[in-house]
């Protein structure tokens, strides 16, 4: 049985994928722990699920409904791993941020956590706002990104793990819950400072500042947007000008 399990939720991510994927193993090379990579093909319609299997992972889990929430949920169901480790399909992890993750969650005294946030290439002004306000935001509140989010099983399970009910900003609600539970059983939730994990900047090029800029007013303005796939449609579309980002 591995000890802990890579998830990685994909939706149209044959380009990027690979990448993805063997970062992650050579991290988990490095970790000397016995671990599965799953990825979770998210109702894909190019050749993502393809690319999984060729570059080396483990399984290839299907998720009809394109949601994030619910697909990383689906990897969580697919696994027996005791150690859970979520990883967008446009992050690079590293055998360092990798092992101080599993190492805090083996202490018995950390339930869950993240990582700080880099970008891979250079961008807008407002989304390197943005990057800065968060990292300055979940290191202050303990909060984890999406990108890069670990915690234990038996913690997933009893706080009934992503909230399938948003198209946006489950982590956070995920983290809360998570940090609730520690509270009470006298743990933390832990942000990791360094090495942070390194994640696509391509929203930039796909986006526009007024994109982003409307986008989070709609989700802070009004508070039930998040339920709509619609209303967050930046975190679910691929704009015909990506194609030459990907």
């Avoid at 526009?208 to 709509?228: C, G, H, K, M, N």
């Amino acid at each position: 049985m591995p000890l802990f399990a890579i998830i990685i939720p994909a939706y149209n991510e044959e380009a990027f994928l690979s990448g993805t994927i063997k970062a992650a193993r050579e991290a988990m090379a490095e970790v000397k722990r016995n671990g599965e990579l799953i990825v979770v093909d998210n109702n894909s319609t190019d050749s993502t699920a393809a690319v999984a299997s060729e570059s080396g992972a483990d399984r290839v889990v299907f998720e009809s409904h394109n949601q994030i929430a619910k697909a990383r949920n689906a990897g969580a169901a697919a696994t027996t791993a005791e150690l859970l480790v979520f990883v967008d399909a446009d992050t690079r992890i590293n055998s360092e941020t990798l092992e101080c993750a599993l190492s805090q969650l083996e202490s018995g005294k950390v339930a869950g956590g993240g990582a700080r946030v880099e970008m891979d290439q250079d961008v807008s002004a407002i989304v390197g706002w943005l990057v800065e306000t968060w990292n300055r935001t979940s290191s202050f509140f303990r909060y984890a990104a999406g990108s890069f989010f670990f915690c234990r099983r038996d913690v997933f399970e009893e706080v009934g793990g992503f909230d399938e009910s948003v198209y946006a900003g489950e982590e956070v609600w995920f983290a809360r819950r998570i940090k609730k539970w520690a509270r009470g059983k006298g743990m933390s939730f832990i942000v990791i400072s360094d090495p942070p994990i390194v994640t696509s900047g391509r929203k930039s090029d796909w986006f526009s500042s007024f994109d982003f800029v409307r986008q989070l007013a709609v989700i802070f303005l009004i508070p039930w947007a998040t339920r709509s796939k619609r209303l967050c449609s930046m975190w679910y579309s691929r704009p015909e000008r990506s194609s030459k980002h990907l």
